[in-house]
């Protein structure tokens, strides 16, 4: 973990980034500028979130076939089992497959109405395991489904949290990528406690990148990420300083990244949220350079 700072850093590694569906003309233009930014980087996939019950579908369908037509990059879509019955996401999954797509990112999502406590819809999937082996049906697709390194909020313990994860690799699932989170050894750990579960498969951390404190605050106090003590007093100040928080926001995660790369991860998943300049400056410090021709 002491790795000299950016030395060795052989760019052999393969990423993927996540977007969300955009709802104004001027949020596509910002997206279509990134997904430009980013292609040249060749990642494995990219992938678009699907809104709360379903709210999206249109718009998540139509990015990622464009995605994956316009910009020649394999497209995951995102898909959750929230309101609806199984014939209605298994309506969603045949479309996608009838389009092209082959890669899935299977979640059991949230609940829609903001209440803490998950109902299934009573003709649904109940979680992501019942979810893969209804898209198993519908096709032979690629499923890479959540794990968190920090516990579900849902979960009984670490290893409830475990068992399910394992559950879903014998569903069907290829990869897991990790919800967000802060501390390198924390990944580490939940690897080690997968492999000793038996998981051998793909655990890709997701990196996210800290645009808003605040925004980053609400979104782990929900899905149970911890902050740790620096990170206030990193962003404290900043809030009118949008150049200086972006250049402490990539240290932040360019230093995580780093870790994770001494640590054995040849594999992340940047949440994007649409922007491409931190993942691209992130990649670049890991080492990666453009793989288009045309981009030398
Ligand atoms: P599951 O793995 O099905 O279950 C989560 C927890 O529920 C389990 O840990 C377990 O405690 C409990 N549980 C499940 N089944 C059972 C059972 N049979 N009995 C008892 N307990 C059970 N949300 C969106 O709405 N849209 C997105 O696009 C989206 N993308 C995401 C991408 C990634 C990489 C990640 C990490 C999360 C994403 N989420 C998204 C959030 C996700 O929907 C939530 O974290 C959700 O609360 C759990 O989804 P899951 O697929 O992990 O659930």
């Not at 990015?63 to 020649?72: C, H, L, S």
């Not at 990790?178 to 939940?190: H, K, N, V």
């Not at 980053?216 to 809030?239: K, Y």
């Not at 949220?273 to 990649?283: G, K, M, Q, T």
Request: net charge negative.
């Amino acid at each position: 973990l002491d790795a000299p700072l950016f030395s060795g850093l052989a760019g052999d590694i393969d990423v993927s980034f996540e977007f969300f569906p955009p709802k104004t003309d001027k949020m596509a233009e910002t997206l279509w500028h990134s997904v430009g930014t980013l292609k040249p980087l060749k990642p494995r996939f990219a992938s678009v979130t699907y809104g709360a019950g379903g709210s999206t579908r249109e718009r998540t369908h139509d990015q990622v076939v464009r995605i994956q037509n316009e910009a020649g990059i394999p497209a995951a879509a995102h898909l959750t089992c929230v309101d609806a019955t199984r014939e209605e996401v298994d309506a969603v999954a045949r479309h996608y497959w009838e389009s092209g797509i082959r890669h899935i990112v299977a979640l059991r999502g949230d609940p829609s109405d903001g209440s803490t406590t998950y109902t299934p819809h009573p003709g649904g999937y109940a979680n992501a395991v019942e979810l893969i082996g209804g898209l198993k049906q519908v096709g032979d697709f690629e499923i890479s489904v959540a794990a968190y390194p920090e516990i579900h909020p849902d979960s009984a313990d670490r290893d409830a949290d475990l068992a399910n994860l394992k559950a879903k690799f014998d569903a069907g699932a290829t990869r897991a990528i990790t919800q967000f989170f802060f501390d390198p050894q924390c990944f580490f750990e939940f690897r080690d406690r997968a492999a000793a579960a038996g998981i051998e498969d793909e655990i890709v951390p997701g990196i996210m990148p800290v645009m808003s404190f605040a925004a980053v605050e609400r979104m782990s106090g929900l899905c149970g990420t911890a902050i740790p003590d620096w990170m206030e007093g990193l962003f404290e100040g900043l809030d009118d300083r949008p150049e200086a928080r972006q250049l402490v926001s990539a240290t932040i995660a360019a230093e995580l990244c780093r870790r994770l790369y001494a640590g054995g991860a040849r594999q992340f998943h940047f949440y994007t949220l649409n922007r491409a300049e931190l993942s691209y400056a992130i990649c670049h410090m890991l080492g990666m350079r453009p793989k288009d021709a045309d981009h030398g």
